[in-house]
């Protein structure tokens, strides 16, 4: 079964951190890029950053930059997000998703696999 899992999620305070991991079974992650969504009740959902399949190029929401660290480890099949420095604005439900090409797009119609979703909060 082809299939992504995100983790790491939760409730933080303003300032504080989370490292989101996002887990591919039944396929390999390692020609594909790799993006990571968000979706805030009520708006749409927005791409955050995205890595190539080779980790040579990653890219940011300009409201994310400085903040969050997207990284990749092909051998065990992950990538991860860094988060610092969060603010209640990056609270949503936080998606990973696999294209079939190593380059990087902001459009998530060209993403072909997706998981459920972690939760991230943040709030005093």
């Known amino acids: 079964q082809l299939q992504l899992v995100e983790s790491g999620g939760g409730l933080v305070q303003p300032g504080g951190s989370l490292r989101l991991s996002c887990a591919a079974s039944?396929?390999?992650?390692?020609?594909?890029?790799i993006g990571w969504f968000r979706q805030a009740p009520g708006k749409e959902r927005e791409g955050v950053s995205c890595i190539t399949s080779s980790g040579g190029s990653r890219d940011y929401l300009d409201s994310v930059k400085g903040r969050f660290t997207i990284s990749r480890d092909n051998a065990k099949n992950t990538v991860y997000l860094q988060m610092n420095s969060l603010k209640p604005e990056d609270t949503g439900l936080y998606y990973c998703a696999a294209r079939s090409f190593p380059t990087c797009n902001n459009n998530r119609s060209v993403y072909t696999y997706w998981g459920q979703g972690t939760q991230v909060t943040v709030s005093s």
């Open positions: 039944g396929f390999t992650l390692d020609y594909s890029a």
